[in-house]
């Protein structure tokens, strides 16, 4: 018998419950949320805004607010429960194995940091490339246009060649 890997949901969350204290009281974001992706599969959250979509996701990367509780449940991704790994080992899943795109990227970024730098960040951060491999590659030049010479050259870093 061959194991199938496809039959092992890649990540699943169960009664995933989030909770904000603010000044005026608690707010309930997640009350039992529950989904299952197998590996190749594509799910898409449709809700109505403040329903939670972004709370969800964000409690899958471990970047919730700090005034965010959670109250209930688990999001297992490969094996692993997210919610009881130790920090260290989080930092190594996120940005290598789990990635997010910010809604608003306006304020995703850092305004005072250069947008290469904060690009960059995850790639250095994760080994895949070096910061002197980083900084040929996407360090301003007096021609703010890409450059194929530019670019080239940081595929080859992220290769190790
Ligand atoms: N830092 C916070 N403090 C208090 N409540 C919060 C906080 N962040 C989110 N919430 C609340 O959690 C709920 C879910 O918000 P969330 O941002 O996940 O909605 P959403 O489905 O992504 O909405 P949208 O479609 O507008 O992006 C909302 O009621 C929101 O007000
Ligand atoms: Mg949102």
């Keep these: 018998m061959t194991f199938d890997h ?11 419950g989030v909770e904000f204290r603010t000044r005026s009281g608690t707010v309930r974001a997640l009350d039992g949320i529950g989904f299952e ?10 809700g109505e805004s403040g329903s939670g979509k972004s709370v969800t ?6 970047i919730l607010d700090a005034a965010a509780h959670v109250n209930s449940g688990r ?3 490969g094996g692993l429960d ?11 899943i996120r940005g290598r194995e789990l990635a997010i795109i910010f809604q608003n990227p306006r304020t995703a970024l850092n305004p005072i940091r250069p ?4 690009i960059a960040d995850i790639l250095v951060r994760h ?4 910061a002197v491999c980083w900084r040929k590659s996407v360090s301003p030049t007096p ?3 890409p450059s194929p010479t530019r670019s080239s050259f940081l595929a080859a870093c992220a290769s190790g060649s």
């Design 75 to 77: 999001i297992v991704f």
């Design 6 to 16: 496809k039959a092992v949901p890649l990540l699943a969350v169960e009664d995933l």
């Design 37 to 46: 992706l197998r590996r190749g599969e594509t799910l898409a959250l449709v």
């Design 115 to 118: 947008v290469g730098k904060q």
């Design 143 to 145: 021609s703010a246009a």
């Design 82 to 92: 997210l919610l009881t790994v130790a920090e260290t080992e989080m930092a190594e």
């Design 57 to 62: 996701a964000h409690a899958i990367m471990g």
């Design 127 to 130: 080994g895949t490339v070096t």
